[in-house]
């Protein structure tokens, strides 16, 4: 077995090199550019959601607070009618990627420390380049794209979306592997 302290250098690097490709996935190749679009009326439905003064948070229209209101006659009137949603609200104020990009490197740090713990609790140094890659890749993967599915599951997020999520995913997870498989103890 490997000491996860040996591998700190594929850690911070597959971190960083996966950092950099989702940068030049977002700026560059820019595919997820169509990902999001304007709501027709965009400035009443502001006003109208100023006007209720909602904090930051996650909710769902039309709401019910028991799922014995789901066949109700009155929720499935609200569903019918429509829209049916769900709205994701953050703080007032000018955008700021800052906080957002640390907290991004931060999980991709977390992703390489918990495939470094993986790989290094079940293959030795020496082990060959594929069999690292393989191993790390797919734990790096999951994590990076596995999650993106429940959403399109249960939250309505659109499959093609939810499509470009995990091939990122699987971007990030072959850089992961990659490095891995490179700098893995010998």
């Known amino acids: 077995m ?9 850690i911070l690097l597959s971190a960083v090199m996966v950092f950099v490709a989702s940068t030049l ?7 997820h550019a169509s990902d999001y679009r304007a709501l027709p009326n965009e400035d009443a439905i ?3 959601f100023r006007g209720a003064n909602p904090g930051p948070g996650q909710y769902i229209i039309p709401h019910m607070t028991d799922m014995k209101q789901m066949g109700s006659p009155e929720h499935i009137a609200k569903c019918t009618e429509g829209p049916v949603g769900v709205v994701t609200l953050r703080p007032n104020g000018p955008p700021s990627m800052g906080p957002s990009l640390v907290q991004w490197f ?5 992703v390489s ?7 290094s609790g079940v293959l030795p140094a ?7 890659f393989h191993t790390v890749g797919l734990v790096a993967f999951l ?10 599951i249960w939250m309505g997020k659109p499959w093609s979306i939810a499509a470009k999520e995990v091939l990122d995913g699987l971007i990030y997870g072959l ?10 103890p010998r």
């Open 2 to 10: 490997v000491s996860f302290g040996a591998l700190w250098l594929p």
């Open 25 to 31: 996935i977002h700026m560059v190749l820019k595919y």
């Open 46 to 48: 502001r006003a109208a």
């Open 106 to 110: 931060l999980f991709t740090l977390v």
């Open 113 to 119: 420390a918990f495939a470094a713990h993986v790989a």
């Open 126 to 132: 020496g082990t060959e380049y594929k069999t690292v």
């Open 143 to 152: 994590a990076y794209a596995a999650g993106q599915l429940p959403a399109a």
């Open 175 to 184: 850089l992961t592997a990659g490095t891995f498989g490179w700098l893995w």
